[in-house]
């Protein structure tokens, strides 16, 4: 799945426990009505979003993910999380770098 959008916070990596961490961002959607979506990135993923900055155009691939959780009461809770593997620059806002010089001849 994906999302495209503005980029709009970036929060501080999270050590959950010793041997898992998280790190969340927001993008707001350019729908008609927008959205602000939280994502997460974990483990070595959490670095990618380092390359990016606030107001970046975005498009994030992700992973819905869904858990379920019993408390010691015998209480069951169900969570869901979107789970962020790639970001790149939204296609339809990619810099003038991205095309070639002159017009393309190799002569």
Avoid at 50 to 59: A, I, Q
Avoid at 65 to 74: I, L
Avoid at 75 to 82: A, D, L
């Amino acid at each position: 799945m994906e999302i495209t959008g503005t980029l709009k916070k970036v929060m501080n990596e999270q050590q959950v426990t010793e041997k898992f961490k998280k790190r969340e961002f927001v993008i707001t959607t350019k729908d008609k009505y927008p959205q602000d979506i939280i994502l997460q990135l974990t483990q070595a993923n959490c670095d990618i979003i380092d390359n990016f900055k606030v107001g970046d155009e975005v498009k994030a691939h992700f992973n819905l993910r869904g858990k379920e959780y019993t408390n010691k009461e015998g209480k069951v809770s169900y969570f869901t999380s979107i789970e962020a593997w790639k970001i790149e620059m939204d296609g339809e806002r990619k810099s003038n770098n991205d095309t070639p010089e002159g017009d393309g001849l190799p002569f």
